[in-house]
């Protein structure tokens, strides 16, 4: 079946930096990705979705300048975390589908900020 | 805009036995997917189920079964023959055809099933 690829799994980064978390298709093409937030014991969160070629969609809220989304390719989105701040840490999750019906969600990544 | 309620945070089932987790959506559309994910320890969504809105026949997947209803906009999920296994969060979910696939998930705000001896 489709698999989505998402690196790192975990990482850990000093407050100001930035972080980039990459999303694969392995075996799809996938004009558009989805790029989710968990906070603990709490659902998932849209933060935005990833267009192939064009400017991400943001989801009210969610700033577009401190999340920066690369959707370069039909097989890879990234999501940059910049100047990256405690708040920020969180669980991140990408996903992409080949329809309709079928959403594959990459195994996450897991960001503290120090 | 669409929303997803789960009214249960937490179920506890023993073991061989059969629960049923509840979930009600709201939309104003007439053709969606709707979706139930577990997600284990590990953090990996995986998807238990899907039904097309337009089938009145219930999805079943082995052990997990569907009820769908259409009009009161509910979408319950029953586990049977219940395993260690199943204890996960489990979310539904919704998700509209209207924007093409670049539709997103709606998530509800999950319930977390327990599995007892």
């Known amino acids: 079946g489709a698999v989505v690829s998402q690196h790192p799994s975990r990482v850990i980064c000093k407050s100001g930096t930035s972080v980039k978390i990459e999303c694969r298709s392995l075996d799809f093409q996938a004009t558009t990705m989805f790029w989710y937030r968990q906070f603990p014991k709490q659902s998932l969160m849209l933060m935005a979705t990833s267009n192939e070629g064009s400017k991400a969609t943001y989801e009210q809220g969610v700033e577009k300048d401190k999340f920066l989304i690369n959707h370069a390719s039909l097989t890879l989105s990234t999501l940059t975390v910049t100047s990256a701040h405690p708040e920020d840490s969180s669980f991140y999750i990408c996903s992409a589908g080949t329809g309709f019906e079928k959403l594959f969600f990459g195994s996450g990544t897991q960001l503290s900020v120090l | 805009a669409q929303t997803v309620t789960q009214s249960q945070p937490e179920m506890s089932v023993q073991e061989a036995e059969t629960v049923t987790l509840s979930c009600t959506y709201d939309?104003?559309?007439?053709?969606?997917?709707l979706f139930w994910y577990k997600q284990p320890p590990s953090r990996q969504m995986i998807l238990v189920i899907r039904?097309?809105?337009?089938?009145?026949q219930n999805a079943t997947e082995n052990r997990f079964s569907v009820n769908f209803q259409k009009a009161a906009k509910s979408f319950s999920l029953k586990i049977s023959d219940s395993q260690l296994g199943d204890a996960a969060m489990y979310f539904c979910?919704?998700?509209?055809?209207?924007?093409?696939?670049?539709?997103?998930?709606?998530f509800g705000t999950g319930t977390r099933l327990q599995v007892t001896l």
């Open positions: 979910a919704y998700r509209s055809t209207s924007a093409g696939t670049a539709s997103k998930l709606t």
């Open positions: 039904q097309e809105a337009y089938k009145q």
């Open positions: 939309t104003s559309e007439s053709d969606y997917y």
